[in-house]
């Protein structure tokens, strides 16, 4: 029985969703910058811990059961009461299983992975409500937010009771010394809650999207190579992690893994997200409060 899928991450085509993306950063651009320009200045830095999840060829159906742990550090300058830009150092863990998913073919393909992402990112932030530090009726706010980040990830799958990592062994048949790189990019996107404790310190709460320039993460894009050629250029391992594919009634009897047969899909690129809740300290002056706004002891 011929196999094939049909991989979808977003009901929105990838050139569709690349322009939203790019309407919402440049709408959070300018609608800050309009910002009427009021309140405190000053740097704010603290940390954050949450998790993170994966979205792309090994996870089409938006299966939030396997969590990574993810944490970072923040700094970030408040220009006014509406406007911030934020710099952060952040880690993740993300992973898929095939064997999670609702899809028969899927199953049938039987690939898994776990990556380590190390990233920093840059992103402008704009409040929907004028937040003050200290202020008595301005001490909290949601807000949204847009950038970009640089990413490192390493997809590694577990074989015989070990971790191996996949991007050396060219799973789909690259050559030798043209792996994709594992160094990449994306646009950061999302929304978050800030709240004061103090005049110092505050909570935030946010959720954000990263759409990647790279299709690699979970090391799965194209097509199988051929799987005889791959055992002589690149050895046993590659060959057997390249097609891990499984017998599935009704689907198939044995291996899938052929020349040219879909492995992965090209379309639409991967992304992850990561939640988080994070504490900071504020760094700024304390500034003679205007009219009703009285700094909280």
């Known amino acids: 029985m011929p196999f094939y899928c049909n991989f979808q991450l977003f ?44 979205f792309g ?102 074989y015989q009771g070990e971790w191996v990592e996949l991007r050396p062994l060219g799973t789909e048949g690259q050559f030798k010394g043209e792996e994709y790189f594992s160094v990449s990019a994306g646009l950061v996107y999302g929304f978050g809650f800030k709240i004061d404790l103090s005049y110092e310190w505050s909570i935030n709460i946010e959720l954000g999207a990263r759409t990647l320039f790279t299709d690699y993460i979970d090391d799965v894009s194209g097509s199988y190579p051929d799987i005889s050629t791959l055992r002589r250029s690149r050895g046993e391992l590659a060959a057997a992690l390249s097609d891990r594919s499984i017998p599935v009634p009704g689907v198939n009897e044995g291996k899938i893994g052929e020349a040219g047969r879909q492995r992965g899909s090209t379309n639409i690129n991967d992304s992850y997200v990561m939640l988080g809740v994070g504490i900071v300290y504020y760094f700024g002056d304390l500034r003679c409060p205007g009219y009703g706004k009285r700094r909280r002891l």
């Open 11 to 54: 009901p929105l085509d990838d050139q569709k969703r690349k322009k939203t993306v790019k309407k919402l950063l440049i709408v959070t651009l300018l609608v800050g910058i309009s910002a009427f320009a009021t309140a405190q200045k000053g740097w704010e830095a603290g940390g954050w811990l949450g998790a993170s999840w994966y």
């Open 57 to 158: 060829d090994l996870n089409t159906n938006y299966n939030l059961s396997m969590p990574g742990l993810a944490g970072g550090i923040i700094g970030r300058y408040n220009f006014n009461n509406r406007l911030a830009m934020k710099f952060s150092g952040n880690m993740g863990m993300v992973m898929a299983d095939d064997a999670l998913s609702n899809n028969s073919f899927e199953r049938a393909r039987n690939l898994s992975f776990r990556s380590r992402i190390i990233e920093g990112a840059a992103q402008l932030e704009f409040n929907f409500m004028p937040y003050t530090h200290g202020s008595r009726e301005e001490f909290f706010t949601p807000y949204l937010f847009g950038g970009l980040n640089v990413f490192h990830f390493n997809p590694e799958a577990e």
